[in-house]
């Protein structure tokens, strides 16, 4: 079963910041994810939500914050997880992807991946992504900053136009490889007004070429996983480093069917209390 005790193998930290209550925080610069029901027609809107929060706790956003939509459910006999519609490339297409605060990197299926799902039973439509039709992609070679940075120094065999590879084997077996791309990720922004509106960031996720275990299974497919770890591969340490959010994130899930928010950055409320995670 694909859920949320795939942690990946390698151990982060991450600043956490966890609201009390089951209550979203206000947000202080600040990606915001919108966790909706798996169930469709059941789930709640940004609105909704954010008009519930600020009856519950007077919330005030007071500066920017950025939104992208969750899904999933907390039902242990379900699938147990949690995931986001995120939106990748030039146009922006949309995929849906696992959160996972035990890995580090984003990546999707690509075009022309080996056992990569191409449909799921919980009823989302499956996209692979194609760097070539994307505007704005561009390959990271393995002597590039990025690359060398992920893996603390160069790979072994590079040479000039050597695409950046990765594999990522989850603690359920299961295992992603393929090669990191960079390409536009689409962002919700939300001012203090309680406004939005869409912007753009440049991140670097992998493109799935290979697949295994329940990762190329139909069952519970999605596009890909969002890691939240520590590591500057992740997409919350990107988006940190480029001045956009501060590195931290908080949660908040409505119940056990599922609804929430998701938050990335500072969380600047009263009633919001913060649990570090242990260092490794």
Request: charged share 20%.
């Amino acid at each position: 079963m694909m859920d949320l005790r795939r942690l990946a193998l390698v151990v982060v930290t991450v600043a956490v910041t966890v609201v009390g209550e089951f209550g979203c925080g206000c947000f202080g610069n600040v990606l915001t994810l919108n966790v909706l029901r798996k169930f469709a027609g059941h789930g709640k809107n940004l609105s909704a939500l954010r008009a519930h929060d600020i009856r519950r706790h007077g919330r005030l956003l007071s500066t920017i914050g950025v939104d992208l939509p969750l899904g999933g459910n907390g039902h242990p006999s379900e699938t147990g997880l949690y995931f986001a519609k995120i939106g990748l490339g030039n146009p922006s297409k949309d995929y849906y992807v696992q959160v996972d605060t035990g890995s580090d990197i984003l990546w999707v299926n690509c075009a022309g991946c080996d056992k990569c799902p191409t449909k799921s039973d919980l009823g989302l439509g499956l996209t692979l992504y194609d760097p070539k039709k994307s505007s704005t992609s561009s390959l990271v070679y393995c002597d590039q900053d990025f690359c060398t940075s992920t893996y603390d120094g160069p790979l072994p065999g590079c040479k000039p136009n050597l695409q950046c590879q990765y594999n990522v084997v989850y603690g359920d077996g299961s295992s992603t490889a393929g090669y990191f791309v960079k390409d536009n990720m689409k962002l919700e922004q939300v001012t203090g007004n309680l406004q939005s509106r869409s912007t753009n960031g440049t991140v670097v996720f992998g493109c799935g070429a290979r697949q295994s275990g329940e990762l190329g299974s139909s069952s519970e497919a999605l596009d890909g996983i969002l890691g939240f770890g520590q590591a500057n591969s992740s997409i919350i340490s990107q988006l940190a480093a480029s001045g956009k959010v501060k590195k931290s994130f908080a949660h908040c899930l409505d119940n056990i069917e599922g609804g929430g928010i998701f938050a990335i950055g500072e969380v600047v409320s009263p009633k919001v209390k913060r649990t570090p995670m242990v260092q490794n």
